[in-house]
């Protein structure tokens, strides 16, 4: 009934498929903003500037890959994204610092 009158799919995707996609999207936009910080060669005082535009660019690619998928605009969808995760970035950045300074931890 639903696929006939909707067009709707009664099966959904695979649950393993999907678990799998998943923990591989994790790992691998996961690693980008550890990566500077493990790459030999790379000086220790731009480490940080490097992990926060390689996270930039990885929220920016994320939201313009879900604006394709979606039929949206991608640069919305990716500024948006970029918007959102930046703000969750800079929040968790502020919360550690006043922790590190609250609690003396180097």
């Known amino acids: 009934m639903l696929s006939e009158e909707l067009g709707l799919e009664v099966e959904g995707p695979n649950p393993f498929r999907a678990a799998l996609a998943t923990f591989a999207a ?3 936009v996961g690693i980008i903003p ?3 910080f493990v790459i030999p060669g790379l000086p220790t005082s731009t480490r940080f500037l490097a ?3 390689a996270t930039g660019v ?3 690619g ?4 879900k604006g394709l998928v979606l039929g949206r605009s991608a640069l919305r969808s ?3 994204t970029l918007l ?3 703000t969750a970035a800079v929040i968790a950045f502020v919360v550690g610092a ?3 300074q609250a609690f003396g931890a180097s």
């Open 84 to 86: 959102t995760g930046g």
């Open 78 to 80: 990716g500024l948006e």
């Open 34 to 36: 550890l990566a500077p």
């Open 51 to 53: 992990s926060a535009i």
């Open 58 to 60: 990885a929220f920016f």
């Open 26 to 28: 994790f790992l691998i």
């Open 98 to 100: 006043l922790l590190r």
């Open 62 to 65: 994320v939201g313009a890959a």
